[in-house]
């Protein structure tokens, strides 16, 4: 029975029930006994895509005859993202009613020339798989699609009309001041307090120009904001020369052919650009505080509240975006990882602001305000060689991870040719972060600490130290704040 069963075990389930076995098609005809390593009889070789290491990474970029540049980065699959970034956000409204930007935003994707609502554009981009979003930040503004290749002549057709014909009818921005009343609202009643804070150290870093303008319409100026200023705005900052039509997934010259198409030679609705009225302005630090006093006990209702806390940010300025483009981009973001609990802002051409953000007990703000200084201080030393090692492996794995995300590589091309007119490759930057050494990072924090910080404040304030004494504490040799003698606490 024993040797039976071993010699079963050798046998196909087919050998075993006495199942007659034939491989065969449908037809009947048997199989072929082809080896798998020879070329199939009748069919013709197969031609394999093939590119170098160059150009399989290589970001392509050609500027039309009105100016506009067309970028594209290899990658493969069946989507692609494709979107219209123009240069202008917030700071350029200096001699506008802050909130345009807000405003231009909301009315993104709305009614266009070809298109007779919101929702059409959103079927039209549905038969292909697609998305839309506008997002604006303080000196960019960006309209993306996300859709199937094959639809692309009808997404970059889409992207032209809602850039360039919206119709901005008085219905639709009567919604849009109701969307941004609500958001302003909203802003102030949210638990996440980042929004708020990040409006508030720009304002106190660069109080009253450029970067330092409000991202959010001001409540006062919701209703003056009317379809007379948004084209008088748009014919300054809506050109050719300030926009970079950005795709990846698709083929550069599929690209360029539907730029010259779409984009080439059309009017827009407000009539002939002006950009000789683009406002220059350079943003000037000018460090500062700016406090809200505002009660945190009730923000977040429920069976288990987040606790009452104190938010605070404190900033120093740091570089620009060209910068970090740079030598210098390697020795901010190593920073950026030694340092725990920070932000970093940067903008296209002129400054950038890096801050660190931490919250606690009400009680307890002016310790942590001095663990705060006493960091920054510290960096000021020599930095581990360990440590300098592991944030640079962290850093560049962070960066090789983002940029495996379709739309973080579309925005990532659309900002370095809007700002630099090329792409810094991944493996370049790299390159520079490997370089980085521990009297890098001192040289740059040293820097740092020249500049007057910036502070930002919201919550139960009692306990914030002085904007002297943090200022005090940044200039000391240990990062303390000065002592304070309180007769009664």
């Not at 307890?364 to 006493?374: A, F, G, K, P, S």
Request: net charge neutral.
């Amino acid at each position: 029975m024993a040797a039976r069963m071993s010699r079963l075990r050798g046998w196909s389930r087919a050998q075993r029930y006495g199942i007659a076995v034939c491989r065969q098609y449908s037809s009947g005809s048997a199989y072929p006994s082809v080896s798998l390593s020879t070329p199939l009889p009748g069919i013709p070789t197969p031609v394999f895509a093939s590119v170098d290491g160059h150009e399989k990474y290589e970001t392509k970029i050609t500027t039309l005859e009105n100016g506009l540049k067309v970028a594209s980065q290899n990658k493969f699959g069946q989507f692609c993202t494709v979107g219209i970034l123009v240069n202008s956000g917030s700071r350029h409204e200096a001699k506008y009613p802050s909130g345009i930007a807000h405003f231009l935003e909301k009315l993104s994707f709305s009614s266009t020339a070809q298109f007779g609502s919101k929702d059409e554009i959103l079927l039209t981009l549905e038969k292909h798989g697609g998305i839309c979003d506008c997002q604006t930040s303080r000196d960019t503004t960006m309209y993306a699609v996300s859709a199937e290749v094959k639809g692309l002549d009808t997404v970059v057709n889409l992207l032209s009309d809602a850039v360039l014909q919206p119709c901005l009818l008085d219905e639709e921005i009567e919604m849009t001041r109701m969307a941004v009343r609500f958001e302003l609202e909203d802003l102030n009643m949210r638990p996440d307090p980042e929004p708020l804070l990040t409006e508030m150290i720009h304002a106190a870093a660069y109080r009253g120009n450029t970067v330092g303008l409000p991202r959010f319409c001001p409540p006062k100026n919701v209703e003056k904001i009317d379809r007379k200023l948004l084209h008088k705005y748009l014919q300054t900052y809506y050109c050719p020369e300030r926009m970079v039509l950005a795709g990846v997934g698709i083929e550069h010259e599929q690209l360029v052919q539907c730029a010259r198409k779409y984009l080439l030679n059309v009017k827009p609705v407000w009539g002939a650009s002006t950009p000789a009225n683009v406002d220059q302005s350079v943003a000037q630090y000018t460090g500062g505080i700016v406090k809200m006093v505002k009660d945190m006990s009730d923000v977040s209702l429920g069976p288990t509240p987040i606790p009452e806390l104190t938010h605070i940010m404190i900033g120093l300025e740091s570089c620009s975006f060209l910068k970090w483009l740079c030598a210098d981009v390697s020795l901010f973001l190593v920073w950026h990882c030694l340092f725990i609990l920070h932000k970093l802002y940067c903008y296209l051409c002129d400054s950038g602001l890096l801050c660190v953000h931490a919250s606690a007990d009400p009680r307890q703000v002016r310790e942590m305000v001095e663990i705060i200084t006493r960091e920054f201080i510290q960096m000021t030393g020599t930095a581990g060689e360990m440590e300098l090692e592991r944030a640079k492996t962290q850093l560049k794995s962070m960066l090789m991870m983002n940029l495996e995300s379709r739309p973080v590589i579309f925005e990532d091309v659309g900002r370095q040719v809007l700002a630099t007119g090329k792409r810094k490759l991944p493996h370049e930057l790299c390159e520079l972060i490997s370089n980085v050494t521990a009297s890098d990072i001192k040289r740059v924090t040293t820097k740092m600490l020249r500049s007057k910080p910036a502070v930002a404040a919201l919550g139960e304030l009692t306990e914030l130290p002085s904007y002297e004494d943090i200022q005090a504490a940044l200039s000391s040799k240990d990062g303390r704040l000065p002592r304070i003698y309180r007769l009664f606490r």
